[in-house]
């Protein structure tokens, strides 16, 4: 049975690829200081003999006894309010956690694969993105504790490789949605939901011509499995490229959810990108992927997913966290 580490385990991305190599026949160990993961994403493993649970922050020095053949470094705040509130715990993870992660690897002989994003692109004066892009990131910037901590990362991850003879795979994920997000992360999708579900008005930053491009869950975790499997060291772009404004994004969630709100406009974040798209010309040559969930869809799923939830927990989550 193959052994694969998947820290941020309990987080949105980390549980749906616990599940997906659980049910591949692969023994999972997920890793997690749950600062913004939640247990309640995987607590349906618990039960079975090839899963375990590390509450322990990957930041630190990690001990796995036994064998590893894989590890997936998925840890990190992700969304821009928790990487405001908690930046240095954010540059810590994609530094320390990655050097962690990498030496592990080395004794293990495991192949690592790391959780990259299209921030690494900043706010981008190419479009769509394409690998070979570097990007235009403003490093003191509120998003710079994120996207250099990503920089970094690769950085960090490609010495391994070059230096140590790692094997490792890069994917850079674009924005992606599905059940599990959290309510109170302030991204847009659990934002407008919600907001539809709880009776108020839907929140647009700016004027709602910024655009961004959903991948759903299910497609990016096919899209990680692939390339994990694939003899490819450099970056690869995962993300689907229907590209939309987020004023018609919100158009969209308010006939699915058929609330009656209104939308309503709020400042733009500063440093908030104005468009991204991914070009996926690499992801589909050297893995045979592509999208197939298409975002009306996605967002039926999610919608679902989130409908289930009680009133109670509609409002408790939707506050913002302390951390
Ligand atoms: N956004 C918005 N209303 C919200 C939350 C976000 O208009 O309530 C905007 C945000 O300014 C950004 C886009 O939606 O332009 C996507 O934001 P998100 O935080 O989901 O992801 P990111 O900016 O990291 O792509």
Redesign the pocket.
Known sequence: MKRILITGGAGFLGSHLCDRFIKEGYHVIAMDNLITGDLRNIEHLFKLENFEFYHHDVSKFIHVPGELDYILHFASP????DYLKIPIQTLKVGSLGIHNCLGLARVKKARVLIAST??VYGDPQVHPQTEEYWGHVNPVGP?GVYDEAKRFQEAMTMAYHTYHGVETRIVRI??TYGPRMRLN????????IG?ALRGED?????D?S?T?SFCYVDDLVEGIYRLLHSDHAQPVNIGNPNEIT?GD??EEIIKLTGTDQKVIY?D??KD???Q?QPDITKAKNILGWEPKVDRSEGLKHTYEYFKAFSKERLFDEAKHREF
């Open positions: 992700a969304s821009p309010i299209s921030e998003r674009f924005n992360d302030g991204r847009v999708l659990p934002a407008f907001q839907l929140t647009i930053f700016g709602g910024q961004r987020i994004f919100a709020k733009l974040p908030d990108p104005k991204r």
